[in-house]
């Protein structure tokens, strides 16, 4: 892997670390960047949100709720979508509207806004007013069938849009948000227009959630929404988020963006993806205990579940590497694969291979299909230039999905191998890593440790800073976890005083080619260690080169 080392001056210390960071980000205002406003104090129009269209879907909101008029909340089974639900339905039920939530189902439904689950939605319920939240954005004909169905349509998304908008009474819309952000703010603003008064951290627990969850930029008003939504978590009453919490053995206390991307969002993720995201949103709205412990040991069960399901799918594709090699893109399908997990799958073959990764589920005629990318390729809309091949497709630069018949998949591949031959360089094919600063032993420290963490909250668009460090002299090699997935490494440098303890997580495997005596080059993340009330300081490793 090629080290892309953004500053070549050694910091000696602490201070000097902290500016270094600071240039690294190419930070316009830093101030404002330590100090985010507060999400009640950002507008409309800082987050590219039409005011016109938020004042006409708050009018008939209001409208709604005077005449006791039915609201359907349609929302999106991943951890944004069931999140976005949790905030409109819990911001309109306390204004006393009549309003319920809906899911589709991934399998019975397909995604977002649909004919299919519109079919269910109207066979037992009758609403006046239909809410996507999270989708709904390129839903052209459904949204049709609902304006000619004499019901009205807000749509709220942050999904990329294409040329014409869906028919709709409104849209409210943003690209620099998540979905459930973008509800957060139809939600605040309905509430204001309703005279009612909101507390400091109203909604941000589950605005914070979705906002980590979906790896939006946590930049800008994202950062303000992971910020002070984390600072919400750690002292949310909400029973679901204690109980899942409990349930993946986190500390409430010491949340972080990594404790909602690797505890709290993949359980939610989970429903959606082998069960029924409605179980999700109940654990989030519920006020029972003994309810909120059930419901996150079936969000748990199902997790554990997908986590399996993952594992054996994923080494199904992995014989399939030679297929790829000469390949800018990675293209894997089989009627095996459970389209809820096809994203996951995605993901780990783009992380490990570093190339733009689709991977296809088939079942009954239909390849349901999910991508991820690299930076510098905008896969949905690559994938959009095959159009007319597909049944649907929609998504983010990085992210994306689409439907196909079975009988075009062959056809649509080799389409998009050649798309990736003629659009992807090779250079962004090379994998690297931004190496924030190189530093000396001696900064190996609990104050070292504050001042980047003093970033966070860390994700997408403020990634943690891997360090360097240069020479490791290797003590001792072990492995770690089920069938030796894990590498500790236990190493010290040129000052020959404490030993570091250094962790590489799925990479075992590198134990047989690093011996005892060996000198190492090593980047990685800091953070601390504590085990039976002892702090240590140890090293996350993202890259390891043999000397």
Known sequence: MNWNILDSTIPRNAAELKEILLKNLNLVDSKRFFSPPHPQDISLQEVDIDQTQVEIAVKRILQAKEKQEEIVIFGDYDADGVCSTA????????????????????????????????????????????????????????????????????????????DKLPTATAVVHSTKLCGATVAWMLAREVTKAADVEMSKFWQLDLAAIATIA???????ANR???????????????????ALLAQSKQDQKTITSQTVGFGIAPRINAMGRLGHSLDALRLLLTKNKIRSEKLAKVLGETNAQRQEMTYEMYGHALAQSDDWKDEHIIIVQSADYHEGVVGLM???????????????????????ASARSIAGVNIVEMIREVRDDLLEVGGHPMAA???????????????????????????????????????????????????????????????????????????????????????????????????????FWRRGSLAEKIDTGNKIDVAGVLEINEWRGRKSVQIRVKDIALL
């Not at 979906?214 to 800008?220: C, F, K, S, T, Y």
């Not at 690297?432 to 190189?438: F, H, K, N, R, Y």
């Open 87 to 162: 905030i409109l339905w819990q911001a309109l039920y306390d204004l006393d509207c009549k309003v319920i939530p809906f899911f589709p189902h991934r399998d019975k439904h397909g995604y977002g806004l649909s004919d299919k689950a519109l079919d269910d939605l109207l066979e037992n319920n009758k609403p006046a007013l239909i809410i996507p939240v999270d989708n709904g954005i390129v839903a052209h004909q459904p949204a049709q069938r609902v304006a000619d169905g004499g019901i009205d349509l807000i749509i709220t998304d942050h999904h990329q849009p294409e």
């Open 214 to 220: 979906d790896q939006v930029p946590l930049r800008g």
């Open 224 to 242: 303000s929404f992971a910020k002070y939504g984390l600072e919400a978590l750690r002292i949310s009453q909400r029973l679901g988020v204690k």
């Open 346 to 368: 995605a993901g780990r073959l783009m992380d490990r291979f570093y190339k733009p990764a689709i991977v296809i589920s088939i079942g009954d005629g239909i390849g349901k």
């Open 401 to 503: 999905g689409f439907g196909v018949e079975e009988k075009k998949i062959e056809q649509v591949i080799e389409r998009l191998k050649k798309l990736a031959k003629e659009k992807i360089d090779k250079e962004l094919l090379k994998p690297s890593i931004d190496i924030a600063a190189v530093i000396p032993f001696k900064l190996i420290n609990e104050k070292t440790v504050q001042t980047i963490w003093d970033f966070a909250p860390f994700g997408q668009g403020n990634r943690e800073p891997i360090i360097a460090l240069k020479g490791v002299e290797v003590l001792q090699v072990l492995t770690m976890g089920a069938d030796n997935q894990h590498l500790k490494i236990v190493g010290q440098g040129d000052d020959g005083v404490t030993p570091i303890n250094f962790l």
